[in-house]
C-alpha cells in the first residue's frame, strides 16, 4: 500500500532563515509523482513544487526546492529566505499514475517575525 | 484565474439530517474529488468522478455518496448525518485523465459540525 509520513506535526523558522519539512513515502511503484501542498490560513490549498520520480535532478520554484532522495524515498522541501506569508500547513502527497493522490498528515509551519 | 467553489464555509447540522455539500469549477476540468481533512490525519480521499455521472469511491466512502449530473458540479452527500462526520470537507478538481497525475485545485472547505 501507498504511504507518505510526514513527522513533523510542527515546525517554526525565524523570518529570513531556511528551514526543511520532511517526508518519507512507501511505494512499491518504480514511477509515481511526489507533490508538496500548502494550506493556508484562508484553506485553500494550492501546490507548492511538483517532482516527477523519473527525473534526476531536483524540482525548484523560487524559494521553495526539494531533496528528493529515491532509494530512501524522501522528498524534503526546502525553503529559503522564510516570509511571513509562508506560514501555512504544508501537506506532503503521493500519485503512483491512478486518480488517487495519497496525503500526509501535514506540518504546521510557524514564522517569526 | 482557477476557482473551486464550494457553496459553504461552515455547517451545523443535526445527527440524522441528509446534508448536502455543493461543489463548483469553472476550469472545464473532467476529474472532481472529495476529500475529508482531519488533525493528524491528513486528506483522505471519499469519492471522486472522472465524468459526468461517473462515480468511484475512495478510501473511506462509507455514510457518503456523490452526484455528478453536470461537468462543474460535484455534490457530496451524507445520508444521515453522524457525529464522526464532524470534520473538514474538501473539494478538488483535475484537469483530465491523462497519462500521468496532475496538479489538484482544491477549494477554501466546508467545515461541517454534526451535533
Redesign the interface.
Known sequence: AQT?T?SQ?EMSVQEAETVTLSCTYDTSESD??L?W?KQPP??????VI?Q?AYKQQNATENRFSVNFQKAAKSFSLKISDSQLGDAAMY?C?A???????I????TRLFVKA | DVKVTQSSRYLVKRTGEKVFLECVQDMDHE?M?W?RQDP??????IY?S?DVKMK?K??IPEGYSVSREKKERFSLILESASTNQTS?Y?C?SSLG?G???E??F????TQLSVL
Open positions: 507518505v510526514q506535526p509515481y509523482y507533490f501542498y484562508s484553506r485553500q490549498m494550492i501546490l511538483r516527477e501537506f502527497a500519485n503512483t499514475g491512478g486518480f488517487k493522490t496525503f500526509g498528515a501535514g | 476529474n474529488f476529500y493528524g490525519l491528513g486528506l483522505r480521499l471522486f472522472y468511484e475512495g478510501d473538514m474538501l478538488a485523465a497519462s500521468h497525475p496538479t489538484l482544491f477549494g477554501s472547505g
